[in-house]
């Protein structure tokens, strides 16, 4: 897509626009997200929604299974959907899950790849901060021009 071709298209909130691309704010399950539409030359290179604040740790994991199935139902069944774990602290109780997430120990990583896009939904931590967004990425570089 180009430029003018996303300004037309997007109905989210304008934050910023630069050479290199825009910034939307949306609300997605109700929770506040922000929108990075990546250009280059060519075209949009990337977009990537990410939630900026869910509140309750206890509350990722279930919005993260509600966007996998919302994701699921528009674009079939993902290519893979796995749990990471890097440690096993919480490992056997899922009710504490959610925990593992917060101390590091659990990646949730679910792919799609359709004919012209490849979507990938990502929840983990890295260092002090959770990260929680949705990524869709041009399957080719032809496909960028559309």
Request: net charge negative; proline share 4%; aromatic share 12%.
């Amino acid at each position: 897509m180009s430029r003018e071709e996303i300004k037309a298209a997007e109905t989210a909130e304008l934050v910023k626009e630069t050479r290199l691309g825009f910034i939307y704010k949306e609300k997605i399950l109700g929770y506040p997200v922000s929108i990075f539409m990546d250009l280059g030359e060519s075209g949009l290179e990337e977009s990537r929604l990410e939630f900026e604040n869910i509140g309750n740790p206890q509350k990722f994991i279930p919005v993260r299974e509600e966007l996998e199935a919302m994701l699921t139902e528009k674009y079939g069944d993902p290519l893979y959907s796995i749990p990471h774990w890097m440690g096993n602290t919480y490992a056997h109780n899922r009710d504490e899950h959610w925990k593992a997430l917060l101390i590091g120990e659990l990646e949730f990583r679910t792919e799609w790849n359709t004919s012209t896009t490849q979507i990938l939904l990502l929840l983990g931590k890295h260092k002090d901060e959770i990260y929680f967004f949705i990524r869709y990425t041009p399957r080719n570089s032809e496909l960028k021009k559309l």
